[in-house]
């Protein structure tokens, strides 16, 4: 009973800056979806988009897998990537590569994840992340509205 304690204590500590990470990259992704979420909407609701998300859900899991994470595999990286050029001074050239990578992740990824979520989510580690990633959502859209609230209060506008 000790030995599962600590080991899962262990993890625990171990699993941290994972958890951090998936924070940080929930939070800059949810900053940006009121920009980037009307053209998400409108880009899913083509119908070869529709078409294709309904191919992708009909493939074995491991083939989804692989076709979610190529593109999630450059994206990330090339957001944290930009911000290494914004800050050696290449501001353009940085934002134009963090916007290319946000895009790929918008249209892509997520079209990805969302065809093939049933599926995916049968990988217990993968499920673990998502569920850290809705925690974290949850959180931001929490603070998001108790920070509306607050500007209406201090503004002297009714609240809903």
């Known amino acids: 009973m000790v030995i599962k304690h600590r080991s899962r204590s262990a993890w625990q500590i171990l699993l941290l800056p994972l958890q951090l990470v998936i924070a940080v ?3 800059i992704s949810e900053v940006a979806r009121p920009l980037y979420r009307p053209f998400v ?3 899913s609701s083509l119908s070869i988009v529709q078409h294709f998300g309904e191919f992708v ?3 074995p899991r491991a083939v989804i897998l692989i076709l979610f994470v ?10 944290i990537y ?3 050029v914004i800050a050696r001074g290449h501001v353009i050239s940085g934002l134009v590569i963090i916007a290319l990578a946000y895009l790929m992740s918008f249209l892509l990824v997520e079209r ?9 989510l049968t990988y217990g580690w993968l499920k673990w992340i998502m569920d850290r990633v809705e925690i974290v959502r949850s959180w931001v859209s929490e603070m ?4 509306i609230a607050s500007v209406r209060g201090w503004l002297g506008y009714p609240g809903n």
């Not at 990805?112 to 995916?120: I, P, Q, S, T, V």
């Not at 998001?144 to 920070?147: D, K, N, P």
């Open 70 to 79: 190529v593109p999630l595999a450059i994206a990330e990286p090339l957001k």
């Open 25 to 27: 990259f929930v939070i």
């Open 112 to 120: 990805l994840f969302h065809a093939g979520r049933e599926k995916l």
């Open 41 to 43: 909407t409108w880009f």
């Open 82 to 84: 930009a911000l290494f």
């Open 144 to 147: 998001r509205q108790s920070l």
């Open 57 to 59: 859900g009909s493939l």
